[in-house]
């Protein structure tokens, strides 16, 4: 098992930035597929960015160009940089080990609005 905790979130304006962490309770070296998801008020919870144990990255459509997800495998963390921030970026946002532990931490509040 692996326990995830959040940070980062907050209130900021349109056109600001976040950078959100999800710390890990032990080495995320092995952990093949990582993500960020959100769930937006009255809305379904989505996915906006996986990272695989090599780096590679997936970014949702809609968070292309604006959001960045990075890990660091010494510090056992995962990042989700959020630049150019958008009032329908109003969601909470979760870490999730995908592949091959399935676990979930419990959230941050990201609201974008002016």
């Known amino acids: 098992q692996v326990q995830l905790v959040e940070s980062g979130g907050g209130l900021v304006q349109p056109g600001g930035s976040l950078r959100l962490s999800c710390a890990a309770s032990?080495?995320?070296?092995?952990?093949?597929?990582m993500g960020w998801y959100r769930q937006p008020p009255g809305k379904q919870r989505e996915l906006v960015a996986t990272?695989?144990?090599?780096?590679?990255?997936y970014h949702t459509d809609s968070v292309k160009g604006r959001f960045t997800i990075s890990r660091d495998n010494v510090n056992n963390t995962f990042y989700l940089q959020m630049n150019n921030l958008k009032p329908e970026d109003t969601a909470v946002y979760y870490c999730?080990?995908?592949?091959?532990?399935?676990?979930w931490g419990r959230g941050t509040q990201v609201t974008v609005s002016s």
């Open positions: 032990r080495t995320i070296f092995s952990i093949d597929l």
């Open positions: 999730r080990s995908i592949n091959p532990i399935n676990s």
């Open positions: 990272i695989t144990r090599r780096g590679i990255t």
